[in-house]
């Protein structure tokens, strides 16, 4: 597949509806997108403000330091000890790499690329960018021959799905067995909300409960855009099998994928604080707690969302109609027809918006 044979870019869809909510007297609520709204951490602004003097090129492997941090986060933060800094590699954010994996990893025609049932429209993308085939499916039993990359992802986008330990077992032992790797995408692994999440740490795809010290075939993807609000630095590291690593570094030098200089001070900083990050979960935390209320008294229902950035709702309607419902109330949301083909009645909530344009959003619901 041609990058001109790829789909049309699918939020150009939701123009219209931007448009009628835009229109709303009281303004536009907009939880379509998940980009921060808050402000950047101060310890990452001085962090990036002292190292604006990049006038060399960067190393595509990073910083010593950068690489260090990385490390030590998984340690501290996930329980992921034995992590060496050749197992550890920063990426141009999260999506560039989910995008050009498969083109990294020799993924080519004929091939099979797994991904969840509800998902990230990225992981099909870079299927296809290479001429491989995407499957959708949450059951490892299901993940065909010739499947050579299989995408987790927990907590989950869309539908805040999270992971525990036996699925990645389960999931581990399968992929072996089809001699694929794994790549779980963690990204919202600071946001677990219900259940055993609330108090325990979401577990990932290198717990040494998952891998009893084998990582090989295995990598953990992670972004600092939600819990330090670096979107706009494209901020975002792999990690794991460290023979895995070694390729993705030689691919990257080649493609010139380097993170600027001042970026890889920032990272650096924003891994070795973890106040600004409990600070942060609480925003959303209690951004959660105004609407998920809201739209169940509306009519919705919430399925998973478990963990992560998003309320994943439905009406029992196509999504387009409460798409359109909502818009008519001045609130834009993410349709489920984005996030694959068997979710049609779901619609996505993101978190990122304002404290007061949450609160705006459950007085137009109770209104509703």
């Known amino acids: 597949m041609a990058v001109r044979d790829l789909d049309d870019y699918p939020w150009d869809a939701v123009a219209p509806y931007a448009h009628t909510a835009r229109s709303h007297p009281d303004g536009l609520v907009d939880l379509s997108i998940g980009s921060p709204v808050d402000p950047t951490p101060a310890v990452v602004v001085a962090a990036i403000t002292t190292a604006t003097d990049a006038h060399a090129y960067p190393q595509t492997v990073g910083t010593p330091a950068l690489r260090e941090a990385i490390v030590a986060w998984y340690a501290r933060r996930r329980g992921i000890d034995g992590l060496s800094v050749d197992d550890v590699l920063p990426t141009v954010g999260s999506k560039e790499l989910v995008a050009l994996l498969p083109l990294l990893l020799d993924i080519t025609v004929g091939d099979i690329v797994v991904h969840p049932r509800a998902a990230y429209p990225t992981y099909a993308v870079g299927a296809k960018l290479v001429g491989a085939t995407p499957v959708a499916t949450d059951d ?29 077992r389960a999931a581990v032992a399968r992929a072996r067995e089809l001699g694929a790797v794994i790549a779980s995408d963690e990204c919202y ?14 577990p990932s795809i290198l717990d040494p409960r998952v891998t009893d010290g ?77 609407l998920r ?39 834009l949301a993410g349709p489920g027809h984005f996030y694959g083909s068997h979710f049609p009645q779901h619609v996505r909530f993101s978190l990122t918006a304002t404290d007061e344009r949450i609160a705006e959003a459950a007085r137009r619901l109770a209104d509703s």
């Open 293 to 331: 209320p809201a739209l169940e008294n509306a009519g919705f229902r919430i399925d998973h969302s478990e963990g992560g950035l998003y309320l994943w709702a439905t009406e029992g309607e196509d999504a387009w109609v409460s798409m359109g419902r909502l818009a008519e109330r001045g609130i």
């Open 189 to 202: 692994a600071e946001l677990g909300w219900e259940g055993e999440w609330a108090s325990a740490r979401v």
């Open 140 to 168: 490892p039993a299901s993940w065909p021959e010739g499947t050579k990359l299989v995408w987790l992802n927990s907590p989950g986008n869309p539908d805040g799905r999270v992971l525990g330990v036996d699925d990645y």
């Open 214 to 290: 084998d990582r090989s075939g295995l990598l953990s993807v992670y972004s600092l855009s939600k819990q330090s609000n670096l979107a706009g630095y494209r901020a975002a590291f792999v990690a794991g099998d460290g023979t895995l690593i070694a390729r993705l570094l030689t691919a990257r030098k080649h493609l010139g994928l380097m993170l600027p200089g001042p970026v890889q001070a920032a990272m650096t900083a924003a891994l070795g604080d973890d106040a600004h990050v409990q600070t942060q979960r609480e925003l959303y935390r209690a951004r959660r707690e105004a």
